[in-house]
Structure formats: C-alpha cells, structure tokens
C-alpha cells in the first residue's frame, strides 16, 4: 500500500511538453507475501480511521495506514478459497468440512465454533473431494481429493496428540493435515470420487472419459479402469438397501450408466487395466418428436398407396372398405432440442432399480427413471416391432389376393355374355373362398371341412 499526498499531486506542474510529472509517495506499507489486492474501503472504528483491504488470492486485510508511532502491523481478519469452491465433503463423524478449489488449496473448517481449522497447498488445484466413511476410517480424518491435473490424493486429518478432533476441544486449532498417498489414474480433471457402500473399493472419475476402481487397503491398489460414453459428472454407489453393489455413473452428454462393483481377486492385471468382461447398462436421452412425425409420414404414405392400388383395379371404394380415419391429432407442441445434449448436474438411487436426476437445462426440472421400466420399454419396442411386420406381410397376401380377383374380373368380362358370371354370382364366389379359407385354418376337429368341403358350399348357395 503506498500513500500519496493529493495536494502535491494536485498542483504538479510537468516541466516539458511530455506532461509527465513524477512523484514519491509519503509512506509504503507491505502487506504481506503472496498479496494481491483489488479493493481498500475507509471506515471509522470510535473515530480512528480503519481501512480493510480485499486479496483476490483469499483473505481479507485489516491496515493501519496512519504511519504514526502507534501503527499496528497488517492484520488477516480472514482467509479462504479465491474463486468459487470446486467440492465439499462433511466428516461423517465429526463436526469438520473439507473444501477444495482451483487456487490449490485443500482447507478444513470446525463449522460449530465457524473457524477454520487447517490448510495445505498443492501443486495443482482441487476438482474433487470426498471424506472417506467411517468404515474405512473409524477416526473420521481420511479425505480423498482429486486434482485437475488427473492426481488423487489421500489426505489425513490429524492433531499432534493423535486425538481425534471433535467440537468442543481446545486443541482443534493443532490440528494438521498430513499427505498419505498419491497416484495419477487419470490424463485430466478428476470429477467424481465415490466410496463403496462397504469400504472396499474407491472409483474414481474424469473428464478423460474413464473411471478406475480401486481396492482400499492401507494402501490404495488399483483394480482397473472402464471406458465411458462422455466426460464423468458424478459417482454414486448404491446404498445398503440395494440387494447389490452397484455404480452410478453419470456423464455431462447425458448418459447414465450403472455397473457392479468389480473383484479385485477376478481381474487379469499382466497386460492391461481396462475391465473389459464388466456388465453395463445403460441409459441415453433422446427426442422423440423426430420418430412421432416419421411414423406418421409413414401412415399416410401407405395410405395414398392402397388408394392407389384401389384405383389401379379399377374398383369404386365403397365408404365399408375404407380404412377408419384417425381423428385430427393436435400438432405437436414445439420442442426445445439443444445444439449438445443436456449435461446431467446430479443423480442419486432412490428405490432398488430407480434412480434420480438432475439437468442443467433453460427448465430445470428433477426425473425419476427406472432401468428395469426402460427394459420393459425396449421389450414392449421390440413386440410392437414384429407386430408390425406381421401386419404389412398380411397387407402384402391381401394386396394379391385383390390382384387375383381383378384378373378374375378382368378375364370374366372377356368371355361371351352367355357364360359370364354375373355379380350376384360373384359375392356368391367370394363368400364360398372366404369360408374356404377360413375351413382349410379351422382347428376345431369336428369341422366339416374334413368330411366334405363341397358340403360348406352347399350350405353357403
């Protein structure tokens, strides 16, 4: 902080024509190392003047810029993260919080007396952090932190004295934090850091599209990594209500993907890490307006095609052959389909098989989902498919039957007025090869078309 004298500042007059003036300032104080302010304000504190000063690198300053003979030394009312907090995690058994951000710094707050307790710097910033559970460490002091250069690192919280920090201890403000290890499973940002629900294994996630399990001992040891379909947003395990031990894994591109828990005992680890025989599910967003106005387009084209064909034949379509018109539907409402899928900002299971989410969309909005309802979907797709088939194969033996009919006609006509049949005749025709056919499917063993098929069309003239 320097001090300038404005009535000598004021009346400077420059000597050339540059109207450049210099001059020194009255008094220059030094903060501190590492300082960078950006913003004094002035106040009055019982009449002495007091100015606080605000360091982008996370603190803030109380100065004493009288420069008398009572000047107090610059003092740090507070310190905290510059910039915003990239991850928080709360010690599951003690009143401690853990935050991490870009500015490098891993920081420990007693958030029932509001101080803070700790700090330790690294060489990178922190992207990720999670408080290990207590079954992995009974003390409560085990955090691991991810870092955007693909490092995890596993911290722990500790005092001197080997106490445990509770609230309400007078020695909470000794404690340190001391590194216990440190491996790089990623090449980028590590995004997602997730214990299992019994403690035996960590996974690890990146926007390098990866995530690598690993078995906690004390010794983290790596099991294995999977390939993703996007950049990691969240992990989450399943909980103890869940029959199985499963991961959710959460991707910005909007898919959502859940797998077992690996063995670390069934892994081939000789020649590569990847987890190739891991089972996965998955789960994509996708719109489905395109697909509504194909199959539409598609219904009316086959329409156009049988009235086509009616007219080929030559044959009037009576209102009884007509195919039932569907009822105007309403147009569809416009959708708002984003440029890139929707990053997904949060998920969690709910009931076994389900599983919440949360969008980063213009509307933001929470869904449930459940993997087990989206097979049911795909097998209900698949029916609906081959029903589809069978439907236009019909369609098709229907087509040239209608052919064969108009040969029939069409050759009728050609033949002397005294042996052609009339149209009374005919329906009498086509009944009797409709019964035929109807006969020649019967399954009923006692059906007469067994006995006599001349007798059927008997009965029918």
Wanted: hydrophobic share 35%; glycine share 4%.
């Amino acid at each position: 902080m320097k001090v300038w004298n404005f009535e000598t500042i004021d009346t400077a007059d420059s000597v050339d024509d540059t109207g450049l003036v210099e001059v020194e300032p009255m008094n220059e104080l030094h903060v501190g190392q590492n300082v960078s302010l950006s913003f004094v304000s002035k106040v009055h504190d019982h009449g002495q003047p007091v100015w606080y000063a605000q360091d982008t690198n996370g603190a803030i300053w109380k100065l004493d810029l009288t420069f008398s003979n009572m000047t107090r030394d610059p003092e740090c009312l507070y310190t905290f993260h510059s910039g915003r907090i990239e991850a928080m995690s709360v010690s599951p058994i003690t009143y401690l919080m853990a935050t991490t951000a870009l500015d490098r710094s891993v920081r420990i707050y007693d958030f029932i007396s509001n101080c803070q307790v700790s700090e330790i710097k690294f060489k990178q910033g922190g992207t990720a952090l999670t408080w290990a559970p207590h079954v992995v460490n009974p003390k409560g002091g085990l955090i691991a932190v991810g870092f955007e250069d693909g490092v995890v690192r596993i911290i722990e919280v500790y005092d001197p004295k080997g106490l445990p920090i509770l609230a309400g201890q007078t020695n909470t403000e000794n404690a340190e934090i001391n590194l216990k290890q440190a491996f790089k499973p990623h090449t980028t940002v590590v995004t997602a850091l997730a214990y299992e629900r019994n403690g035996e294994v960590l996974a690890t996630g990146s926007k390098d599209k990866t995530v690598f399990f690993f078995a906690v001992e004390d010794e983290y040891e790596p099991i294995g990594f999977i390939y993703v379909p996007g950049p990691v947003q969240a992990l989450q395990w399943s909980p103890p209500s869940h029959v199985k031990s499963t991961l959710l894994i959460l991707c910005e591109n909007g898919f959502a993907l859940q797998v077992p828990a690996p063995l670390p005992e069934e892994q081939d680890r000789v020649s590569t890490y990847q987890l190739k025989n891991l089972p996965m599910q998955y789960f994509h967003f996708y719109s489905i307006k395109s697909r509504i106005k194909k199959k539409r387009e598609e219904m009316k084209k086959a329409k156009l095609e049988w009235i086509k064909q009616q007219q080929e034949m030559g044959k009037e379509i009576e209102e009884e052959e007509e195919p039932e018109e569907e009822p105007e539907e309403e147009p569809l409402p416009p959708l708002y389909i984003p440029e890139e899928p929707s990053p997904i900002l949060c998920g969690f299971y709910s009931a076994p098989g389900k599983f919440w989410l949360s969008l980063i969309t213009p509307f933001p909005f929470l869904c449930i989902f459940s993997l087990e309802e989206v097979k049911q979907k795909k097998e209900y797709e698949r029916i609906m498919k081959e029903a589809e088939e069978k439907k236009k194969k019909k369609r098709e033996e229907l087509i040239a039957l209608r052919h064969e009919l108009l040969f029939l006609l069409q050759k009728n006509q050609e033949l002397p007025k005294h042996v052609q049949l009339h149209r009374e005749v005919h329906l009498v025709f086509v009944r009797v090869i409709c019964l035929q056919r109807h006969l020649l499917k019967c399954s009923y063993p006692m059906c007469w078309h067994q006995r006599c098929p001349t007798l059927c069309i008997k009965v029918v003239l």
